[in-house]
């Protein structure tokens, strides 16, 4: 399927272990990006991504990995989980950011909850 | 800091009103300003798009402005329908590349 996708939707763990969220998009866009959505504080963004091997922190890393070995994949991984991470999880991209600002597309999110 | 805030935090309207929403940020030098839509437990679906040298964007009943001297824009929906009840997002982007996010406006559309 063509735009923007992530796996899984839904996660249950408990604190202390190792979580790895997948996001793959089609459109070989050069730029991704990781939000986290919270009650209280909207969207914040966690890494992006401005090409393949080419990552760097947002707001509000820590706690987070990213890896960027091919263009159209851009994992997150939250080494060891606590209950501060739950949240819901939006990977996006974009062809072009910064200076020529174009669109940022977004993936329909999952949903996790440490225990 | 950037900080963009969006007024009011909900809305309820009956069918068939216009509408505008409103969303305003702190700094003006922005290089574009975006709207979304979330519905519950979804993603976020890109409304509008408006560069910093634009004025206004339409795509159907959708209007937005943008004035980045006051540092304000408006998303005008017409004709209201009970299938546009959602949260509205805008979001602007500025130096660097992430955009940054008020905390939403959520619309009630009563049949």
């Known amino acids: 399927d063509a735009g923007i996708t992530q796996s899984p939707r839904y996660k249950i763990t408990e604190t202390g272990r190792q979580v790895t969220l997948m996001c793959h998009q089609t459109?070989?866009?050069?730029?991704m990006f990781w939000y986290r959505q919270d009650l209280g504080h909207g969207l914040r963004l966690i890494y992006y991504?401005?090409?393949?091997?080419?990552?760097d922190k947002g707001e509000v890393p820590d706690g987070y990995v990213v890896s960027r070995s091919k263009t159209e994949n851009f994992p997150l991984t939250l080494e060891s989980a606590t209950r501060s991470q739950t949240s819901v999880y939006f990977c996006a991209s974009s062809e072009i950011s910064g200076g020529a600002g174009n669109e940022q597309f977004f993936g329909p999110g999952t949903r996790l909850t440490v225990l | 800091k950037q900080e963009v805030t969006q007024i009011p935090a909900a809305l309820s309207v009956p069918e068939g009103e216009n509408l505008v929403l409103n969303c305003s940020f702190t700094d003006s030098a922005i290089y574009n300003l975006q709207w979304f839509r979330q519905d519950p437990g979804k993603g976020l679906t890109s409304l509008l798009l408006?560069?910093?040298?634009?004025r206004e964007q339409t795509s159907g009943r959708l209007n937005a402005s943008l004035d980045k001297s006051s540092g304000r824009s408006t998303l005008y929906i017409a004709a209201s329908q009970p299938g546009d009840s959602a949260t509205y997002l805008c979001?602007?982007?500025?130096?660097?590349?992430?955009?940054?996010f008020g905390k939403g406006t959520t619309l009630s559309v009563s049949s």
């Open positions: 991504s401005a090409a393949a091997d080419i990552t």
């Open positions: 979001a602007v982007i500025q130096a660097g590349t992430a955009l940054i």
């Open positions: 459109w070989s866009h050069s730029y």
């Open positions: 408006i560069q910093s040298s634009q």
